[in-house]
């Protein structure tokens, strides 16, 4: 594989005006404008995050050769605004450079640096906040799902180079379904802010799902869905020693840097959706015709759509400055076995198959902050992690497993989560030998089984 010789940064400038003065916040977050008499303010949060990656193949005629990329994965703009200490919105987007390396189809798509949807800016997050009580706090709008705590933990405060790609629903290929949804969002704390919950009410399956795959340069639509059904979530955690959230936190963080101090909090939680997916479909024509890309649905047998999930963080920090993280989540997605009968191909690789689709596996993490500074403030994390996920469709194979497992070191030079480099190497193995790349049996150009493949990433994070 090729060596990487230096990590790469990405500048920013931003510029506030406001009415008012700007006053600083004691939180991890960026300044905010005070207004009127009754608590009410503005804040505003820009945030980066960039990488730099080579993976073991991706390039060359026939797809076998090293690639290395450069792409901004995350660039947000936060405004987050309070009436009063009661009602208040917040408004979240998010754009990148078009990432290629795209686990979920396949490792490496095309190039899309002259794409005209590259750096393209969209919503994230809108939502109306209602902090009514330690017991009953609300959020109405688009928002995340609060089934999995990996979805849960904040994008920019993960324990690793990024969260486990394996947690998501399956209910489209953005992260505005399947890592978000529109809904109505309650949570609240009891027991000295040992016991929080949170219940969910959120859209779930809406209409059709299109699936672009990168190699053939075609969009395939899925089959409808059969009824229009919410999807109902319900999350417990219990913090055995310090409380981890307080009431009005609707997340987590991968690790809090011993700042939270001893955490010990179990947590558990489901969904269900009815009807989510029909069970025997196929391409509504033959290969290489128009038709081939929509979908049909054969009689009229549904699944329902059930996910339960259970985890466990840890965290302590020592007398002589050194910290422990360790973090482990089980998650099983069934859609009553409908891989083996929906045979239309977006159906197949993004709703009951796929990345998001019927699976079941765990990871393990751990990390170990270290007991002194480099430089005058700066602190050295190293991690490692393993996980293990069985699928019952993955690029073109039935009852796949993966595991997939990598190492690496966190540096914070400021001592804070404002300015953060990563380093991690990790490595995806295959049970069942797959083509990375040609997974639909459709393009030839990688005809090489792979069993496994590593992966090098360089990130930088900086959050204003």
């Known amino acids: 594989m090729k060596k990487m010789y230096s990590l790469f940064a990405v500048g920013s400038c931003c510029a506030i005006l406001a009415m008012g003065a700007i006053v600083p916040n004691e939180a991890e977050a960026g300044p905010l404008v005070e207004f009127g008499d009754d608590g009410g303010y503005m804040q505003f949060d820009v945030k980066f995050q960039g990488i730099m990656e080579n993976t073991d193949f991706g390039s060359g005629k026939n797809g076998q050769e090293d690639r290395t990329d450069l792409y901004l994965r995350r660039a947000r703009i936060v405004f ?92 489209g290929t953005d992260a505005t379904k399947n890592s978000r949804d529109m809904g109505l969002m309650a949570t609240g704390n009891f027991f000295d802010d040992s016991l929080k919950y949170w219940a969910a009410i959120m859209e779930g399956r809406e209409g059709s799902t299109t699936f672009y795959n990168p190699f053939v340069d075609q969009t395939f639509t899925s089959t409808p869905e059969p009824e229009s059904n919410l999807e109902y979530i319900f999350r417990l955690h219990y913090s055995v020693l310090d409380p981890e959230n307080r009431p009005t936190a609707m997340g987590y963080k991968g690790t809090y840097l011993g700042r939270k101090g001893k955490i010990l909090t179990l947590g558990a939680a489901f969904a269900y959706e009815k009807d989510a997916a029909y069970k025997n479909t196929m391409p509504a024509g033959a290969m290489g015709t128009p038709d081939f890309l929509s979908s049909k649905v054969i009689g009229d047998e549904t699944v329902d759509y059930l996910a339960l999930t259970a985890d466990i963080f840890f965290e302590y920090p020592f007398d002589n400055g050194g910290v422990i993280t360790a973090t482990a989540l089980y998650l099983d997605v069934d859609l009553d076995d409908a891989y083996k009968t929906s045979r239309a191909v977006t159906d197949r690789n993004t709703i009951v198959g796929g990345l998001v689709g019927q699976r079941d596996g765990w990871y393990v993490k751990a990390g170990y902050l270290m007991p002194f500074t480099v430089g005058e403030d700066g602190l050295l994390q190293a991690f490692g992690r393993y996980e293990q996920w069985d699928y019952g469709f993955m690029f073109n194979v039935e009852d796949q497993t993966i595991d997939q497992y990598g190492a690496g070191i966190n540096y914070f030079p400021l ?47 900086v959050q204003l």
């Not at 899309?112 to 949807?117: G, W, Y």
């Not at 330690?134 to 969260?163: H, M, Q, V, Y």
């Not at 990375?436 to 393009?443: A, E, F, I, K, S």
């Open 415 to 461: 001592g804070n989560e404002k300015v953060r480099f990563t380093f991690e190497y990790y490595r995806t193995d295959f049970e069942k030998s797959t083509r990375l790349g040609d997974y639909l049996n459709m393009t030839g150009v990688n005809t090489e089984m792979y069993d496994n493949y590593g992966t090098a990433t360089l990130m930088f994070m």
């Open 80 to 171: 987050t605004g309070m009436i009063n200490e009661t009602w208040g919105a917040k408004f979240q987007t998010c754009a990148g450079t078009s990432a290629s390396h795209n686990f979920g189809t396949g490792g490496y798509t095309l190039a899309n640096s002259n794409d005209k949807n590259n750096s393209r800016i969209r919503l994230t997050d809108g939502y109306l906040i209602g902090l009514l009580g330690d017991t009953f706090n609300i959020k109405l709008g688009l928002t995340k799902i609060p089934l999995t705590r990996a979805n849960l933990d904040a994008c920019f405060a993960p324990l690793t180079s990024e969260r486990s790609a394996f947690v998501y629903t399956p209910y």
